[in-house]
C-alpha cells in the first residue's frame, strides 16, 4: 500500500468512527428526550457503554459531549455535560485494556456516579450560584442512573457478542 492509499485509509478509518459518534450522539439525545426520568438520563450511559466498546474512549467521550450540549440547548443545566464525560472515559480505557464489558459498566457508574457527580458540584454553585452545602450531593442522583443505562448497555454489548455483530463491528471499525 503506497502513502496516498495510508492517508485515505485512515482517513476513512475517521470518517467511520466519526460518523458512529454523530450516530451514537443522536441516539443518547433522542432517547434521553422521549423516555424522560427526572434528574435521570440512563439512556445517556446505556449509549456510553456501547460507544465505549465500540468506539474507544475518546469517541465515546465525544459522543456523549454532543449529547450534553444538545441537551442544554432543550434547557437542560451544565450536568448534562460534566455527568457524561468521565464515564465513557473511563469505561473505554478500562475495555481498552481489559476487554472486559463489566469492567465498562464499572467504569461508566464510577466515571458519572462518582467522577462526575464531584465535578457537578463546584460547576453548579459557580454557573448557577445553586448552594448546596455537601460536595456529596448529587452522587444518589447520578449514581442510579448511570448503574440502570450501564445495565442495559452491558446487555445490548453481550448480545451483539454472542451474536457475532460486534467482533464485526469492531473489525469494520479498524478496517
Known sequence: MNRTEQCLARKAFSVRKMALTAMMAGLAFVLNTCVYFPSMAPFQHFVDVVAAV???????????????????????????????IFGPILGGLLYRRFHSVWLTVAGE??????????????????????????????IPYYTPSAVVGAAMGAAVVLI????????????ELER
Open 54 to 84: 465500540l468506539l474507544g474512549p475518546w469517541y465515546a467521550c465525544a459522543a456523549a459531549f454532543l449529547c450534553g450540549v444538545m441537551r442544554m440547548a432543550t434547557g437542560r443545566t451544565i450536568q448534562a455535560v460534566v455527568g457524561a
Open 109 to 138: 457508574v464510577v466515571g458519572t456516579g462518582l467522577l462526575g457527580a464531584l465535578t457537578a458540584y463546584p460547576l453548579m454553585k459557580w454557573f448557577y450560584a445553586l448552594d448546596v452545602q455537601n460536595p456529596l450531593y448529587y
Open 160 to 171: 451483539l457478542r454472542r451474536s457475532g455483530v460486534l467482533q464485526r463491528m469492531q473489525r
